[in-house]
């Protein structure tokens, strides 16, 4: 394990975490190299050659992360320009990158073919046609995988699940034929995929089998009218467990895709890992700033805010929340752990056992992915810094920013105005 006890000290691989809040300053973000690695190759141990993993990037995008995993052989998932853009900033080929995404704009088409994008994932007819034009504009031809929405209930929270038909994404099965077929007809679209992503934080292998069986059946379907698929990529979801849930084990999920795969002959299989590859390698490191007892509830109030971690305030989520100094013998009243955003909704946990005091460091535990990604600068509060620890040392990679920034770019109206 990465994070762990020496005595009563919390470590992140061989670095104190109080040092590195010292050196630092709170609140702050701390990943471990080694847990990265680690849950790289125990995924891809999985999935031989030519079968491809592409990670998610929007789960964690710090270019010291993405560097980490491209020396690893990793491929990419991106659903912005911005992505794209961070991916090549980290020594990523624009080749081994898929493009998601519902609502990609024709600049992010345009800049996706100039870097010669591995695969658009593509979620719509309107977007088919817009690729072909800017395609045809350029003079290219653009790799299209169609993303299908195989509505299968993922059975997770709501604002994650993406593979039902009341969700925005994808194509429905429905239609997958027509759109594909129309596909087949453009000149400058090389159709040559079908792809899903059924949500989030997926605790059941069963949602995943089940998409992927209609994603076979669909494949069959289209190269019996002749239009030849040579790859499904079933996206990402994989859960972590956040409290008690139990692991989640695909290992018979990614047999099964392999064996399916082989006997369908040409076809190649991708993934597109997010959480699982980053939720358990990083912790948010808050100060706390003050107890405040109460008739009611007792508060520790800390120094980070739902700007810096959103899970618990968007999806209630839980995260554990540990005393990064532990103090023996002290009682552990029952608080809330609570930041200093005008929200009531800005909490990290409620009823909590925990002895802590003013001056005192928690860490906010698997905070690796989907935390320093959706953070804001909301009640104009600076994102916290992020460090890499190695072994015994402890890299930087993203400064804490200055305040000033947080108004470059904005224009006072001037005298007359
Ligand atoms: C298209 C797509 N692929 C991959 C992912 C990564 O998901 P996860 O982090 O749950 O593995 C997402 C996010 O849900 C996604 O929308
Ligand atoms: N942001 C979500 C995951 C969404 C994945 C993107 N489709 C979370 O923190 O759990």
């Known amino acids: 394990m990465s994070f762990t006890y020496q005595g009563n000290q919390l470590f992140a691989e061989d ?36 079968h491809k993993l592409c990670y998610a ?18 491929g990419f998932d991106i659903v912005s320009g911005g992505e794209l853009a961070r991916v090549l900033a980290a020594g990523g080929k624009a080749k081994d990158v898929v493009f998601s995404g519902v609502g990609k704009s024709r600049e992010e088409i345009a800049y996706a073919l100039e870097q010669g994008i591995g695969c658009f994932n593509v979620e719509s007819a309107a977007e088919l046609e817009r690729i072909q034009a800017v395609a045809a504009e350029q003079g290219c031809v653009a790799p299209i995988s169609l993303r299908v929405n195989p509505d299968v209930d993922a059975q997770t929270h709501p604002y994650i699940a993406t593979g039902l038909k009341a ?31 059924i949500g989030s934080q997926i605790l059941s292998a069963q949602p995943f089998m089940d998409a992927s069986e209609r994603m076979f059946a669909l494949i069959r379907d289209l190269r019996a009218e002749g239009i030849q698929i040579t790859h499904l990529d079933m996206g990402g979801g994989f ?8 692991k989640l084990d695909v290992s018979g999920y990614l047999q099964s895709l392999q064996e399916r795969a082989k006997e369908m002959g ?9 959480r699982s590859i980053v939720g358990n390698t990083g912790v948010m490191v808050t100060k706390v700033e003050y107890y405040k007892p109460g008739s009611e509830k007792n508060f520790l109030l800390v120094d980070a805010g739902m700007n810096d971690l959103l ?23 029952l608080v809330d752990v609570v ?22 460091l928690l860490a906010v535990m698997n905070a690796g992915a989907y935390g320093f990604t959706m953070a ?37 109206l001037g005298e007359d105005a």
């Open 15 to 50: 670095c104190a975490i109080a040092d590195l809040a010292k050196q630092y300053g709170t609140p702050l973000f701390v990943y471990s190299k080694a847990a990265i690695i680690e849950n790289w190759q125990q995924f891809a141990a999985h999935w031989p050659a030519p």
């Open 57 to 74: 990037v929007k789960a964690n995008s710090n270019i010291a992360v993405l560097n980490v995993l491209a020396r690893l052989g990793a």
């Open 167 to 197: 969700n925005k994404f994808g194509i429905a099965m429905s239609d997958a034929r027509e759109v594909f077929r129309r596909g087949a007809q453009l000149p400058n679209l090389d159709m040559r995929g079908v792809d899903c992503h």
């Open 239 to 246: 859960g972590i467990p956040y409290q008690h849930e139990a």
């Open 266 to 274: 040409d076809l190649t299989l991708m993934l597109e890992p997010g």
């Open 311 to 333: 899970r618990p305030s968007l999806y209630n989520a839980y995260h554990d929340i540990v005393a990064v100094q532990r103090h023996e013998g002290l009682d552990e009243p």
């Open 339 to 360: 930041g200093p955003v005008c929200e009531t909704g800005d909490f990290f946990g409620h009823a909590r056992h925990l002895a802590a005091e003013e001056g005192d």
């Open 376 to 412: 804001s600068n909301y009640n104009t509060r600076p994102r916290a810094a992020e460090v890499m620890v190695h072994g015994a040392s402890a890299t930087l990679i993203r400064e804490r920013e200055p305040l000033e920034s947080l108004w470059q770019g904005e224009h006072l």
